[in-house]
């Protein structure tokens, strides 16, 4: 028997065949968001997506490493925002804003505590 | 004998610290707009009041709410260069504050702005349609809560409070 892998994309897939609601994937909506920010924060050099990501769990958020030029250096401080679904953000977001200078000395360690988790700094998220 | 000024400063920053801690819980949880509005207010309010009281005395600061528009962007010019290598705020970001700010102070019921704002986040309140509005089923279209200048207004609040919390480490006086 083929064991089917039930990855983000199929389950979107099957939702759109029966007339079921298409939400972006996390990964999807990360891009979206990064380039959303590209385009009104000038001082913005560098986003990172934080991993694991975990699509199947809707209240997993998304978690944004941002490197901005000149923010105040308060190191690993996630900001909180709600999903908002109306503007087509369908899961929560955190943002942890850093200056390029405190990118420097995490981008060693490669990875970020949060509460008693590890996230790892993932793919680059680049202006489309 | 009285509380210091230095006292009510503390207990009002850490009275802010622990409203924006709310917030975020409340982002976390996805709880509606307006109770997430509510707590960042009330923050940024404390905040300012913790500043005033430090820096004019608590007799200097009454019971209202109307502070946030007008102290708060006084605060990013102080807190930013402290803690920026003395880099001033660029001015599009002090301009983008300041209208946050505003808006924010808006939320408290008592700041209606003469009359024509009565939209806020805790009480029902009637348009000028005639039609009630509810707090949590309304969108609060004049503040986009999930813009980046409220990640520089929580910073700037985190770092302002903190810094009042511990009020003989900022020995300005």
Not at chain 1, 65 to 74: D, N, P
Not at chain 2, 13 to 41: G, P, T, V
Not at chain 2, 140 to 168: C, H, K, V
Request: some cysteine.
């Amino acid at each position: 028997m083929t064991k089917i892998e039930w990855t983000s994309s199929a389950i979107r897939d099957v939702k759109a065949e029966f007339g079921g609601v298409v939400n972006k994937s996390k990964l999807e909506t990360a891009k979206s968001l990064a380039n959303a920010h590209f385009q009104v924060e000038p001082n913005l050099k560098r986003i990172y997506l934080m991993q694991p990501i975990n699509d199947q769990d809707p209240n997993d958020p998304i978690k944004l490493l941002e490197v901005v030029e000149g923010t105040i250096e308060r190191g690993i401080e996630p900001v909180s925002f709600a999903a908002d679904p109306a503007r087509g953000m369908d899961y929560r977001l955190m943002i942890i804003e850093i200056s390029p200078a405190e990118y420097e000395s995490v981008r060693t360690v490669g990875k970020v505590r949060l509460g008693n988790h590890d996230w790892t700094i993932g793919e680059e998220l680049l202006a489309r | 004998m009285p509380a210091t000024d230095e006292e009510w400063a503390r207990s009002y920053a850490i009275q802010a610290l622990s409203d924006l801690d709310a917030r975020e819980k409340l982002a976390d949880a996805n709880a509606k707009k307006c109770h997430r509005l509510h707590f960042l207010q009330m923050a940024a309010e404390k905040t300012c009041k913790a500043h005033l009281t430090w820096e004019n005395g608590h007799d200097t600061v009454r019971k209202s709410h109307a502070y946030v528009a007008r102290v708060f962007p006084i605060i990013a010019r102080v807190f930013y260069p402290r803690i920026n290598d003395n880099n001033q705020i660029n001015q599009w970001e002090l301009s983008a504050i300041t209208r946050f700010a505003r808006e924010i102070e808006l939320l408290a019921p008592a700041c209606d702005d003469g009359d024509l704002r009565r939209d806020n986040s805790e009480y029902p309140w009637e348009d000028a349609r005639g039609d009630i509005c509810t707090p949590c089923e309304y969108n609060f279209p004049n503040i986009d809560d999930g813009s980046r200048t409220i990640i520089r207004m929580i910073r700037l609040i985190r770092t302002a409070a903190e810094s009042y919390s511990r009020p003989q480490l900022t020995t300005n006086h």
